[in-house]
């Protein structure tokens, strides 16, 4: 594993001079380059004394790196958004915002707020491209988080549970995880087909609706009713571990995440296990993703 120590962060992340020109070259190629006010070519910008923003040597046209994303009009050090990135891919359960809040010396609405824009940052940079394929198996299975809740109070009010499906790779593949409205055909199988290439082998539980799976994937069934848990290469194992460590790092870490955020925790699992087999990585992607489209709305 590609580790990515705190000495390492601080020596390349000193200040928020060193975070700003790292978003200069990931949206612009750096400080040399073709400038949008005079159309020089390889003008030099300088970084501006109170502003986050670089200054063209030739015009003064002001480039402002951080417009658009995260950053854009928060008075939070970037020094302290990077430490919260750093925070969130150096760990394997998750950090609370509570100790976000200890860790950045911030109030506990700032740091709930930054911990919620870099799990959206997460999903972005995490996003796209299909499961499967040729010698890819896919598990795929549903499960049910929420809180222990009464049978009466079941009935009155409804379960408090959310429903979530995923899917990952066999053998160190990627995961892709999310809440679901229901486990009915239609919506299961609208999910698969936009997910996994089709004509992959995929393995799932005796759920019926999976039955129709078989019309376009090389479907396998584990009958987990019948206290079959594995035959051969059939099993749901992989994916049933992913619930295990969401669901006990989502009660140890979080204590209970609501229907409407849990999206966004999903995603972050999702990304620190997609990308577990290098800190390194997993950071310079995180950080990188400011390059891509613009987030998704909250």
């Known amino acids: 594993m590609a580790k990515y120590t705190l000495l390492q962060f601080q020596a390349e992340y000193p200040n928020d001079a060193a975070c700003l020109a790292r978003l200069m070259e990931i949206n612009y190629g750096g400080t040399e380059i073709t400038c949008p006010g005079c159309g020089v070519d390889r003008a030099k910008f300088h970084p501006m004394a109170r502003r986050r923003a670089f200054a063209c040597q030739e015009c003064g046209h002001h480039i402002y790196p951080a417009a658009g994303t995260i950053f854009h009009k928060s008075p939070t050090p970037l020094t302290k958004w ?147 848990y594995v035959r051969g290469d059939v099993h749901t194992n992989t994916i049933e571990g992913h619930w295990s460590l969401l669901k006990r790092a989502i009660a140890g870490t979080h204590n209970n995440v609501s229907a409407k955020h849990f999206w966004k925790y999903a995603a972050e699992f999702s990304y620190r296990r997609n990308y577990r087999f290098s800190h390194l990585v997993m950071f310079n992607r995180l950080v990188g993703a400011f390059a891509l489209p613009r987030l998704q709305e909250s």
């Open 82 to 228: 990077f430490y919260a990135m750093y925070l969130m891919t150096s760990t394997r359960h998750g950090v609370p915002a509570k100790e976000m809040e200890r860790q950045l010396g911030v109030t506990y609405k700032c740091a709930w707020r930054m911990a919620h824009e870099l799990r959206k940052l997460m999903a972005s940079a995490d996003h796209g491209g299909t499961l499967g394929g040729p010698d890819k198996p896919v598990e795929m299975d549903e499960t049910f988080i929420g809180s222990r809740q009464k049978q009466s109070d079941r009935r009155a009010r409804g379960s408090n549970k959310i429903t979530v499906f995923g899917m990952v790779e066999r053998d160190g593949g990627k995961v892709r995880v999310g809440a679901i409205p229901d486990t009915t055909k239609h919506t299961i199988e609208n999910i698969v087909v936009e997910n996994v290439k089709l004509g992959t082998a995929i393995n799932t539980d005796e759920h019926p609706t999976y039955i129709h799976l078989k019309d376009r994937y090389q479907h396998s069934v584990v009958n987990h009713s019948d206290k079959e």
